[in-house]
């Protein structure tokens, strides 16, 4: 192939991979079966969501439940994209720190323990 033909085929590729992208909007959804029996969306987030059998169907069970919830707290809900809910005073949420993530205990403003899990 001449440098004129790579260059040609190169340009050919950025074009496919581009429509690719918009078509998927960047990112794929798909499903696969966990090491451990689950259904698992990767796609959605960093690291796949992951539940078993039993858990899906009674969630597809409250789609319907879930979207009414959705539309009668869209005022509060965020989005990924970063949009904030309106303010509406109050205090801040509270930070979450490493012991949060990790589960367990973790001390409140005022020293106490509780458990998060």
Same mark, same amino acid.
């Given at each position: 192939?001449?440098e %004129?033909d790579?260059r040609?085929?190169l %340009?050919?590729?950025r074009a496919?991979? #581009?429509?690719? /992208?918009?078509?998927?909007g &960047?990112r794929?959804?798909s499903?696969r079966v966990? %090491?451990? =029996?689950g259904?698992s969306? !990767?796609?959605?987030m960093? *690291?796949?969501?992951?539940? !078993?059998?039993e858990?899906?169907? @009674?969630?597809? %069970?409250?789609? #319907?439940?879930?979207r009414a *919830?959705?539309? #009668?707290?869209e005022? @509060?809900l965020?989005? @990924?994209e &970063? &949009?904030? +809910?309106?303010a /509406?005073g &109050?205090?801040?949420? /509270? @930070?979450?720190?490493?012991a949060d993530?990790?589960? =367990?205990d973790? +001390? #409140?403003?005022? =020293?106490r323990k509780t *458990?998060?899990?």
């Amino acid at each position: 192939m001449s440098e %004129e033909d790579v260059r040609a085929e190169l %340009e050919r590729l950025r074009a496919e991979n #581009d429509r690719l /992208k918009q078509q998927q909007g &960047g990112r794929t959804v798909s499903l696969r079966v966990s %090491e451990k =029996g689950g259904v698992s969306v !990767y796609g959605l987030m960093r *690291f796949p969501v992951t539940l !078993y059998k039993e858990q899906w169907v @009674k969630l597809l %069970e409250m789609a #319907d439940e879930i979207r009414a *919830f959705i539309r #009668d707290n869209e005022a @509060k809900l965020k989005t @990924k994209e &970063g &949009g904030a +809910p309106a303010a /509406k005073g &109050g205090a801040a949420p /509270k @930070k979450r720190g490493a012991a949060d993530d990790a589960g =367990g205990d973790a +001390p #409140d403003d005022d =020293g106490r323990k509780t *458990f998060v899990p």
